[in-house]
């Protein structure tokens, strides 16, 4: 491949670093790149994301991909809509970083730790969800911006303490500033959440295999996979928020042998701010069935407790 690859992206602080690693990989293969910065909707707005729409992130990306500005996007996969686009291939998922949420609070101090009535910032409904649910007496305060902005608002007094995903700040070199990890017991992360997206335009044979031969990391593959499954049901039959998250692990198969597998778990808000939870366990190679499998579960509790709730009134 002779050509000078373009590798198109946001042009945050989070965004160029995340490029910048895609870009690493591809010099380190032979390839010529470049990159390109192309601003979103999301990235001119202020406004919380649920209100903007899933997208708002990446529709300009890949607009500009499949109208050959860029050859290579390069995206936060839980940015990307669930449902595909016909133009692109999903060339790469690279080893996905720690998908957990992670804490930065004023004075060192973990979760557990901050008084009743302390202000918390997040713009997630999903952390919303899971942060009131622990019944810990803190207040959820609706944010935006990026790493920066948000951790400011802490250093400033102005917030507590704020919840962000682990993954985005340990990509900008700042993991010495959170306070505490937060397990997925106490809060599953979004589905894809630390996993990069990386496309090329369909018909980019060369690019595409170029990607897959690079970056690819086929258990971050499967375990997006399966979340993203779960997501994309949940999405048709619910606008709940919606944690997910898959982990490959070992398991015997029924000649005692040792054999990897695909264990999801899976979290969705009720209307009356409830947590359903589910998990199941599945092979490596039916990550989508899984997905879908777990989320009809959900489903099916959410109808229970629906119907319990309209009992009791």
């Given at each position: 491949m002779n050509r000078t690859l373009r590798i198109g992206t946001r042009g945050s602080a989070l965004a160029l670093a995340q490029t910048g690693h895609v870009a690493d990989a591809l010099r380190a293969a032979g390839a010529d790149v470049e990159i390109v910065t192309i601003s979103t909707p999301g990235d001119r707005s202020s406004a919380p994301v649920a209100e903007i729409g899933i997208g708002v992130f990446t529709s300009a990306l890949r607009d500009a991909l499949a109208n050959g500005e860029i050859d290579i996007a390069v995206h936060s996969y839980k940015d990307l809509p669930t449902a595909r686009d016909p133009r692109l291939a999903p060339a790469a998922v690279p080893p996905r970083e720690d998908p957990r949420d992670a804490l930065v609070a004023r004075d060192g101090l973990t979760l557990g730790e901050l008084p009743v009535g302390s202000r918390v910032g997040t713009g997630s409904p999903r952390r919303a969800a899971q942060l009131e649910a622990l019944g810990l007496g803190i207040e959820v305060v609706p944010l935006r911006g990026n790493v920066d902005t948000r951790i400011r608002k802490v250093v400033d007094g102005e917030l507590d303490a704020v919840v962000l995903a682990r993954a985005g700040i340990?990509?900008?070199?700042?993991?010495?500033?959170?306070?505490?990890?937060?397990?997925?017991?106490?809060?599953?992360?979004?589905?894809?959440?630390?996993?990069?997206?990386?496309?090329?335009?369909?018909?980019?044979?060369?690019?595409?295999?170029?990607?897959?031969?690079?970056?690819?990391?086929?258990?971050?593959?499967?375990?997006?996979?399966?979340?993203?499954?779960?997501?994309?049901?949940?999405?048709?039959?619910c606008s709940a928020p919606v944690g997910a998250l898959a982990d490959v692990v070992e398991d015997l198969d029924d000649q005692g042998a040792v054999v990897l597998r695909l264990s999801l778990r899976g979290v969705m808000a009720t209307e009356d701010g409830d947590l359903l939870r589910a998990s199941a366990t599945g092979d490596l190679t039916a990550a989508e069935e899984l997905g879908r499998a777990l989320a009809a579960e959900l489903l099916d509790l959410s109808g229970l407790a629906a119907a319990r709730s309209e009992g009791r009134s």
């Open positions: 340990a990509r900008l070199g700042r993991t010495a500033e959170i306070t505490e990890t937060l397990e997925p017991i106490q809060m599953l992360p979004a589905p894809a959440q630390g996993a990069l997206a990386v496309e090329c335009r369909v018909d980019d044979v060369d690019t595409e295999h170029l990607l897959q031969s690079t970056l690819d990391d086929s258990a971050s593959r499967a375990a997006v996979t399966a979340e993203r499954a779960l997501l994309a049901e949940l999405e048709a039959g």
